[in-house]
């Protein structure tokens, strides 16, 4: 039972989420020329990686368009860092589902 528990959790739950987020920012990643797979990297690991961001790029005293950039940089270097932390917890689980 122990093992279900662990598995749904730690690798389908995540990989759902995944999966949910593709199919709602499909229009974000794909174009008449095909996948950006950098971009699919990005949104599908945005809410993965926002939790694990220790520092945000604080935008003081800028202007808009300064301040629209910077907080961009945040999003998508919460993605680039989600995308290895989703990878991370899915080999996790599965070691852990395997083990226990």
Do not use: Q
């Not at 995944?18 to 949104?43: K, P």
């Not at 005293?61 to 932390?85: E, P, Q, Y």
Request: aromatic content about 12%; some cysteine.
């Amino acid at each position: 039972m122990r093992k279900v528990v662990i598995l749904v959790t730690e690798v389908v739950l995540p990989i759902a989420v995944a999966i949910i987020l593709a199919a709602v920012f499909r229009t974000v990643y794909v174009s008449e020329d095909g996948c950006n797979f950098l971009w699919l990297w990005i949104v599908v690991g945005f809410p993965f990686g926002i939790t694990k961001m220790g520092h945000f790029l604080v935008p003081v005293r800028h202007d808009l368009a300064s301040t629209i950039g910077i907080w961009f940089l945040n999003v998508m270097f919460a993605g680039l860092i989600g995308g290895v932390v989703l990878v991370w917890r899915v080999i996790k689980g599965i070691v852990r589902c395997l083990i226990a």
